[in-house]
Structure formats: structure tokens, C-alpha cells
């Protein structure tokens, strides 16, 4: 899959993409009629009849297993954490971009200069009813290159439409794009960047995914492919650009510049503030683009949309794939639910080898890269429990849980988008690991009730006899 276009076409044929031919505005009517198909569990939506525009809006690409599946080339039936097994296996062979000619890039096809730059040009999607205006850039990602070690990154930032050529950021504390904007900075200089919106939905999840610093989300993408994303030297940036995007945002952002941005409907269910911010932005000088470029867009929201889906695959295959690097034994299986959007809430099942690993296990998932940043709850379940079976998670904080030996941690980072921390103090969260696995230092452990088989067997051959189906 090289691009939106193969997305498509791959979902058409299974029957998981519809087509809206209806004329559809973008003023909250296209993001309502896919937020209330995903929570339906519906099919990509491909909007063709945008009011007063040309220009074809996709939706709800990443909303289900099946579509996350499609986009990493595995059977349609995979699971969740089939999926996200697939990523800690290959997740590791980083394969580096190649660069192709300008003539082989389908996204120079059109180069819009100087006065041409007219970013209303695009059917801007509003999406909630409170947001501050317009976002251009929801499914979409911000490249960066570090002006120290050249390392270029792909971060997933939502972009505002605050004016033909002006793109709103929201770069926070301690995110790749914002550790390299103040090393501009120091260096005097704005920071080139492009922001991508359609291309390989693969490049989009690695976006928001939360790799470590230094390592190339493209790199991963060719991991995870086995094979080189194909990129292309942009017109006005020195930045690697994905050859077969859709539409390509060339800029800068001065770190010392801010506009009024936001407030936005985000993926916690509520606004990200009460009103606006001053936050940097793109100041844009190019625009590049397909013929018959395709919009890509998404709800954000409430859960489950596609950032929770997304985000439940990359962040827990990378706390899956951290707590794997530490070297402990036992880990089985890590599941962070989409409901917590892959980030609040993590369940690792284990098999307990000695006095204190359950602990040490609690203690690893929150010091890891992945956990030490706005990671709340930690469960540990046994062995016999899958993280990802809800019920039993629930049968064992009922029966095997037990507060005393759990813990809570009262400092840790948060994301400023925890509402359940005051607005003006969200830096820091609180912890909690729950233990609800049986301690392996008991001497008698409870008995569990099984069966007597045999009498099973004979209960089951007589199970017409006694009037059941
Ligand atoms: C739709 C969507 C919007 C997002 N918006 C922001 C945002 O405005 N600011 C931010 O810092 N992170 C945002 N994120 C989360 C980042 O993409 C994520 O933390 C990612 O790791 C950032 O890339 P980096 O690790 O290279 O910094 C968003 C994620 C998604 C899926
Ligand atoms: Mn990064």
C-alpha cells in the first residue's frame, strides 16, 4: 500500500468503504454524519460532494481492527493485538526512506506559489460545535528534521485554518516537533516543516505514534512494510516528502510568533480548553498537490474514534515492545484499550516466576518511555486472564485484587489534555498500579473449581435427553 488511492481501492473491494454522493456541508454536517456512522461501527466514508467544492473528503479510515488490518496488509479478521503483536515483532528492522525523482512523485503534480497559496481552496471540515474554527489538519502530520543530528521526524500536531496561509500548532511540552522548535530558536532561525494530509494511512498511525527520540517514524513505516516509504525533496523545505501524498503544506514556524488557536472537540471527549491560546504557527509559503487531491480528515472526539484506535495499536505495541527491551521474563500480553485511547489505562498479563514480579512489572510499565507519560492505571493480571477479555480483567480485580497490594504513585507527566485534572494544573497525574494477580510467594494458594470431567462427558451426551437443544 504506496498511498490514500490503494486504501481506498482495498476497501472498496471488501466492501468497508461507502461513497456519499449526496452534497454534504462542511460546517459540522460532514463530521456529524461520520461520527454517528463510526459509533455505528460503520465503513470509511468517502464524502464526493463537498458544498461549494471539488475536492473529495475520506473519513473514518483507522475506525476498526478490520481497517487497522487492512492498512498493515494482515487478514481482515486480525485482532487488535494480533495486530500490534505483528508491530512489536517487525517494529524493529528500521528500514530508511529512498528518495525518487520530482517526476515520480504524484504530489508535485501541482505547485502552488506566492499568491496562489490559498489554503481555503481545501473543504475544511468544522467538527465540533465549539471548536475555535476550521481544522486543516486532524489526519495529517507535521515533518521536522533536527537541526542538530539531521533525525526527521513525523508528529501528528492538529493544525487550525486560521487564514489563507496560516496553519494553527499545538506542539506540547516535551513532543518531538517542540524539542526541535526551541533548538531553532536558540539558533535564531524559524523551523521548516510540511504537513502531510492523505498518503499510506500507515504513515498517518506512526504520526501519532510515540516513538523515542531520535528514531525516524519513516523508518519504522519501512519496518513494518518491509519496504522504503519512497520520498521526495520538497519545494521550499529541505524535508523528506512522502512522493504519493495527497496534499503537501510547506512552511515555517517561528518559534517566537503565536495566533489565537483552538479550542478543539479532542480525543478525551471535551474541549482542550475553554477559549483560545496563543500557540505558534505555520507560516505557509507552498502548497503541492495531486490531481484531484483527496482531503483526508478525522473526528478526533469522543472515544472510540480513529485516534483511539490508532493509538491503542502504536502506543501499546511500543509499551508492549519497551517492556520487552528491559528484559523481563513472563511478560505475556499488553493491552491498551481504545476506551482509554491506548494511553490511560494498560493491562499486562504475566506468569509470575518469583517473589515480587508482579510488582516489578507494575513499576517497569510505568518508568518505561511509553508509561511515564500521562499513563494512569496499570492492571497486571495472571497468566490465565487476556488482557484484552474485559470481563475477566474484571472477574480478577473482584476475586484476586487486593488494595495492600497496590500502590500509588502521587507524581508522574501528564498530557494537558487530562480532564480530569484541573485546566490550569495538568502537568503532573497521579498513579495507580493494581496488583490482580495471586501472589506467587503464597504458600496455599486458593483452589479453583474445575469440573468433574467424566461426569461432563456423561452430563453431555445425555444434554437432549434432558430437553436442551
Ligand atoms: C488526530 C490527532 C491529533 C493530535 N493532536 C496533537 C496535538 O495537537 N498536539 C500534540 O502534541 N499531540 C497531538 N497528538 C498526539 C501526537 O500525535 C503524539 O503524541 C505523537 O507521539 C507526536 O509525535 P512525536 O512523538 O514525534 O512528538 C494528536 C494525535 C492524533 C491522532
Ligand atoms: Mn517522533
Known sequence: MKDMRDFIAT???SGILHRIKAEVDWDLELSHIAKLNE??????????????YDTPVITSVCTTAERLAVIMGMPKESTLVQIMERWVEVGDNLLPPVEVDKSAAPCKQNILTGDDVDLYKFPVPKWYPLDGGRFFGTAHFIISKDPDTGWVNLGTYRSQLLGKDKLGTQFIKGKHADIMLKKYQALGKPMPVASIVGCDPLLFILGAARLSAFTSEYDVAGAIRGQAVEVVAGETV??????????????????????????????TGYYSGVGTDPRNFIDVKCITHRDNPILWGTT?????????????????????????????????????????SGRFLAIISMKQMYPGHAD???TAAISTEMGA??????????EDIDPWDIPRVMYALSFRFQP?????????????????????????TGRLLLDATIPYDWKEK???????????KKVESRWSELGFE
Open 39 to 52: 459509533e455505528k461501527s460503520g465503513p470509511a466514508l468517502l464524502f464526493e460532494n463537498v458544498k461549494g
Open 11 to 13: 476497501c472498496e473491494e
Open 238 to 267: 529541505d524535508l523528506p516528502i512522502p512522493a504519493h501524498a495527497e496534499i503537501v503544506v510547506e512552511g515555517e514556524v517561528d518559534a517566537e510568533k503565536f495566533m489565537e488557536e483552538g479550542p478543539f472537540g479532542e480525543y
Open 404 to 428: 495492600n497490594r497496590s500502590q500509588v504513585i502521587k507524581r508522574g507527566r501528564s498530557t494537558p489534555l487530562d480532564p480530569s485534572l484541573p485546566i490550569d494544573a495538568r502537568d503532573i
Open 300 to 340: 478526533v472526539g469522543r472515544a472510540v474514534t480513529d485516534t483511539h484506535m490508532t493509538m491503542a495499536l502504536s502506543y501499546g505495541a511500543t509499551l508492549w515492545q519497551q517492556l520487552k527491551a528491559m528484559k523481563i521474563p513472563g511478560i505475556q500480553s499488553v493491552y491498551c484499550p481504545p476506551e482509554g
Open 446 to 456: 486458593p483452589i479453583p473449581i474445575a469440573l468433574d470431567p467424566d461426569v461432563v
Open 373 to 382: 507519560y500521562g499513563l494512569k492505571t496499570v492492571i497486571v493480571v495472571d
Open 360 to 362: 516489578q512489572v507494575l
